[in-house]
């Protein structure tokens, strides 16, 4: 056993640091140095008033040895007491014991209880042997006194302030700046301009488009399965009913539509030609004015009637169905200013055409009082028969009372 030259406690054999107070363990042979006062490690004495734990006795710190020379330690050993704070442990260096048990005291004392002879133990004082050899303390149970740790508030830290950012450029700017520090402007949003009132059309295109919404049910509302199969079923039924419809038209309409189509596009893409009657008439001859005359090619020889000019007609037939589109009217007896004044001339006359199937059609078209060619667009199709009717004049009251020198009809046989 190595005793501590410290405390006096009891250590075993090949100890270098004394389990009780830390110390290192001198040799036997050496002298040990002056005891001081030893540290009671029990339960913390109480006050017996107020039963509140006391502060423990904290020990001296031991005076020098007697194998110290002025305070310092002896030349080749190490100092005594733990390391200085803020100098690394030296891993040379063994670390120190766990404290011993408390070896109890002979005869029933207890560390801080009676003395023998009726004295109270202090706790300043070392339990000793019965050889008067001071022993190890145990350490008493932990105290339950011991104050709860408190709860400690988190830090929240102060709200940072918004970095406003550039409408104009879009860069960050530091918080608190009021013109951009890279563009130069002010770092306010531009006021928006007040949205435009709707006009009647916007208005009355919404409601429709609401009212079309609500017939086709497009709202949040869904109808059960057995509504949605009879309005799908429904909806089939009448596109079904279109479809039908759509193909009953076209039969009937599709075929003069379809002619039509194609006698618009051969009209703008052929050239017209010149369509001869084959024999001509009219409602009434003046002599020398007949109405084969209207259509020799020469414009100084002309029809005229007899009597009135009003209601007076002449007509011309073709072998064939022909296409007709341009009507040509050359009126008067000539084209010399000094003859054409002295004869009545056509203001207004009827143009009737018949197809092969006895269908006329009337096409009304009014002349200029001027000598010279007067071209008219008359379109119709299948004509076999075209007739002229005056139905107005120019110089009422000459001789003869109208006449027209030349009548030509272009077309696509």
């Not at 007739?387 to 272009?410: C, K």
Request: aromatic share 4%; net charge positive; charged share 25%.
């Amino acid at each position: 056993m190595i005793t501590c030259a410290n405390c006096g406690a009891s250590n075993a054999d090949g100890r270098q640091f004394c389990a009780a107070c830390g110390e290192y363990l001198w040799d036997e042979g050496t002298a040990r140095p002056a005891s001081g006062p030893a540290v009671t490690r029990g339960r913390p004495e109480t006050d017996r008033a107020t039963d509140a734990p006391t502060d423990p006795v904290v020990p001296a710190p031991p005076g020098p040895g007697p194998s110290t020379v002025g305070g310092k330690p002896p030349v080749g050993r190490p100092p005594v007491g733990p390391p200085p704070v803020g100098r690394p442990p030296d891993p040379a260096e063994p670390a120190p014991a766990e404290p011993a048990p408390t070896v109890a005291k002979p005869g029933g004392a207890k560390p801080g209880g009676d003395k023998p002879g009726g004295a109270k133990l202090t706790g300043d004082e070392p339990v000793r042997a019965g050889d008067g050899t001071p022993q190890a303390l145990q350490p008493g149970p932990p105290s339950t006194t011991r104050e709860a740790p408190r709860p400690v508030d988190p830090v929240v830290p102060a709200p940072r302030p918004p970095e406003p950012t550039c409408p104009h450029c879009g860069r960050i700017n530091p918080p608190g700046r009021r013109i951009c520090r890279f563009c130069g402007k002010t770092l306010t949003a531009p006021v928006a301009p007040e949205p435009e009132r709707a006009t009647w059309w916007e208005r009355l295109r919404d409601r429709w488009r609401r009212l079309w919404d609500r017939v086709r049910r497009r709202g949040p509302r869904r109808s059960a399965p057995k509504d949605r199969r009879a309005a799908g079923a429904a909806r089939r039924l009448l596109l079904l009913v279109l479809g039908l419809c759509l193909v009953g038209v076209l039969a009937v309409a599709g075929p003069p539509l379809a002619r039509w189509a194609v006698e618009a596009v051969r009209d703008r893409t052929e050239d017209p030609a010149s369509l001869v009657p084959a024999a001509m008439s009219a409602s009434s001859e003046k002599l020398g004015a007949g109405a084969a005359r209207l259509t020799d090619g020469a414009s100084n020889r002309y029809w005229a009637p007899t009597g009135t000019a009003a209601g007076a007609w002449v007509e011309g037939r073709f072998t064939e169905p022909v296409r007709l589109l341009t009507v040509i009217i050359t009126p008067g007896v000539g084209e010399r200013r000094q003859a054409f004044l002295e004869a009545g001339r056509p203001r207004g006359l009827t143009v009737v055409t018949v197809d092969a199937g006895g269908k006329e059609k009337k096409t009304d078209i009014e002349l200029r009082d001027e000598p010279g060619e007067q071209h008219f667009p008359v379109e119709a199709s299948n004509v076999v028969r075209i007739r002229l009717v005056v139905r107005s004049t120019y110089g009422p009251g000459l001789d003869p009372a109208v006449a027209i020198g030349e009548a030509e009809f272009f077309g696509r046989r």
